[in-house]
């Protein structure tokens, strides 16, 4: 599926989750399983971004769930915040007053942990 541009790619995958959502309502057990929750633009951040990158389908939106609900399980949403501002320090160019999140133990321990849950993620969700 192609699409023209990337409000058409949206609306796609706005339909595409709220016909999942009405064609499967969570179980009983499924529906708040999940220990922490992460705010609803966090979580649509990271199922839009992983479904543009493995598929639009709604097998992916159901693998793109799992994924975040594996990592909100095992990493605290504050925590998750941190991690994710470090990687997005770790693409700024130069070696400004951003060095010392791009090289000390602390910030690098601290992306390696959330790499993990990420593959743990893939690996129990794809």
């Not at 693998?63 to 770790?90: G, M, N, R, W």
């Not at 010392?100 to 992306?111: H, L, P, Q, R």
């Amino acid at each position: 599926m192609r699409f023209s541009n990337k409000s058409s790619l949206i609306a796609s995958l706005v339909l595409l989750i709220s016909t999942q959502a009405r064609a499967a309502p969570p179980s009983a057990d499924q529906a708040g399983s999940c220990p922490q929750t992460y705010p609803t633009s966090v979580v649509a951040d990271y199922v839009l971004g992983c479904m543009l990158a493995n598929g639009t389908t709604p097998e992916m939106l159901q693998k793109c769930s799992c994924s975040l609900d594996f990592i909100a399980a095992s990493i605290p949403y504050a925590e998750y915040v941190k991690t994710e501002t470090l990687l997005q320090l770790q693409q700024v160019e130069g070696a400004g007053r951003n060095a010392v999140y791009k090289n000390s133990a602390w910030s690098k321990a601290a992306i390696a942990h959330l790499k993990e849950v990420q593959a743990e993620s893939t690996l129990r969700c794809f």
